[in-house]
């Protein structure tokens, strides 16, 4: 059994910054990857990045060089660190728990990672 919880979440001005974190409960002592997604209202579900079990990293082209994926596996903790943020950020943001390697070798295909977490919204507004 595994469960996802997203904070950190909340209202910031453009320009700003969030760190999201991830807290991850399992049963099972298997290695996992963690994919960052985000969704805004009429659009679709949209890969942010990614994070395997030994730290190797993916982003998608949108967020690649404002937002930064960490984990800490003694904390059971993954976090999302969002700088620059602007209008089209906006939406609610999902932790996602993958098998390991998943984040590898199939990024930020959604249909890969299996456990969710219950989102966290993110708003920017002035």
């Known amino acids: 059994q595994v469960q996802l919880v997203e904070s950190g979440g909340g209202s910031v001005r453009p320009g700003g910054s969030l760190r999201l974190s991830c807290l991850v409960s399992t049963f099972n002592a298997d290695v996992y990857d963690i994919g960052w997604f985000r969704q805004a209202p009429g659009k679709e579900r949209e890969g942010i990045g990614c994070?395997?079990?030994?730290?190797?990293?993916r982003y998608a082209d949108s967020v690649r060089g404002r937002f930064s994926i960490s984990r800490d596996n003694a904390k059971n903790t993954a976090d999302l660190l969002m700088n620059g943020l602007n209008s089209e950020d906006e939406g609610v943001y999902y932790c996602a728990r993958g098998s390991r390697s998943y984040c590898s070798a199939y990024g930020l295909v959604a249909s890969r990672y299996t456990y969710w977490g219950q989102g966290t919204q993110v708003t920017v507004s002035s």
């Open positions: 994070i395997s079990f030994d730290g190797v990293k």
